[in-house]
């Protein structure tokens, strides 16, 4: 199992940007699925982005052309880079890894997907 911790998340207006972190216990898998989720008040969780092993990306239509979600090996650390923020894009946002081989008939923005998951950390879009 591999331990997530969420940072980065705060208040800003919209139209700002805000860069969340996601510490990740290492991870030894060759294949695997790395992801950014969001839930908002009386909402179900929502999957934002997604970067699997391979390299490839994948994100909501909400976000895209607004997000970017990357890696950086050496530190273990995944980000989300959210650019023009919304009001509507306020939530607490989670982090969240998987094996590759892990619940596969889902699809890779399912929440399902995942078996580890970071605490969470709140992003607040005022307008």
């Known amino acids: 199992q591999v331990q997530l911790v969420e940072s980065g998340g705060g208040s800003v207006q919209a139209g700002g940007s805000l860069r969340l972190s996601c510490a990740a216990s290492r991870y030894t898998y060759s294949t695997y699925y790395m992801a950014w989720f969001r839930q908002a008040p009386g909402k179900e969780r929502e999957g934002v982005a997604v970067?699997?092993?391979?390299?490839?990306?994948t994100y909501a239509s909400s976000v895209k052309g607004r997000f970017t979600i990357s890696k950086d090996n050496a530190k273990n650390t995944l980000y989300l880079q959210m650019n023009s923020l919304k009001p509507e894009d306020t939530a607490m946002y989670y982090c969240a890894a998987a094996v590759g081989d892990f619940r596969t008939w889902y699809p890779v923005l399912h929440p399902e997907r995942y078996k580890d998951w970071g605490q969470g950390t709140q992003v607040t879009v005022s307008s």
């Open positions: 970067l699997d092993s391979a390299g490839i990306t």
